[in-house]
């Protein structure tokens, strides 16, 4: 007579929790390698390409003398207008620091009435800060995605030809022509 064994495995039991827990742990273990490995590409770039730890004060240097520019501008712009003295219809009165004495002639205090003009110049500098401010940012952070793209796609080789010139000045070049392309385009579209 012949006798099978059967062997009873114990089932595991897991909840709804304990496996959203395990899908939780797997994908943060995925984003942990991930960026291992973008990080390790990161340091290679910079190790090769070393003017990518200076190139961003460039930039940011240009937006310090353009704030310069543009906060007296606005300070300028601010103070045009007309300064007029409201209208008292009320009892106040006020210490003249000057005089140490109470003054209650003019207390009411001033106000500037800005012409239409000041007022949509006003609207037109603060989006002007904030399109210049947005355009140098993006053009540098295209300088670096160029510098790292064009190692990260040559494999780690470098070009014979463009060692003396730092490849963030190339990159910058190449953004200059593809920027000044692209409004060329644009222009010609207008027309």
């Known amino acids: 007579m012949l006798v099978h064994s ?30 291992n490995a973008c990080s390790q590409v990161a340091a290679k770039v910079i ?7 200076i190139f961003p004060l460039i930039p940011y240097g240009i937006l310090v003398v353009f704030y310069m520019f543009w906060i007296s501008a606005s300070l300028h712009m601010f103070s045009s207008g ?4 409201n209208n008292c219809n009320s009892n106040c009165c006020t210490y003249d620091l000057t005089a140490k004495r109470v003054n209650c002639d003019r207390c009411c205090g001033y106000s500037i009435h800005y012409t239409p003009h000041i007022g949509v110049a006003i609207l037109f500098h603060l989006f002007g800060c904030y399109w210049a401010t947005q355009f140098f940012i993006a053009c540098s952070s295209t300088v670096i995605a160029g510098s790292v793209a064009s190692y990260y796609w040559a494999h780690g080789e470098t070009s014979v ?4 010139c730092p490849k963030c000045i190339t990159q910058f070049r190449e953004s200059n022509d593809f920027l000044l392309q692209s409004i060329e385009d644009q222009f010609y579209y207008i027309e």
């Open 161 to 164: 030809s463009c060692m003396p």
């Open 82 to 85: 007309q300064v007029v003295q």
């Open 47 to 53: 190790g090769e390409v070393q003017a990518l730890i």
């Open 6 to 35: 059967v062997v009873i495995t114990p089932r595991l039991q897991t909840s709804k929790p304990e496996i959203i827990m395990l899908n939780y742990l797997h994908n943060r273990v995925n984003q942990f390698n991930c960026f």
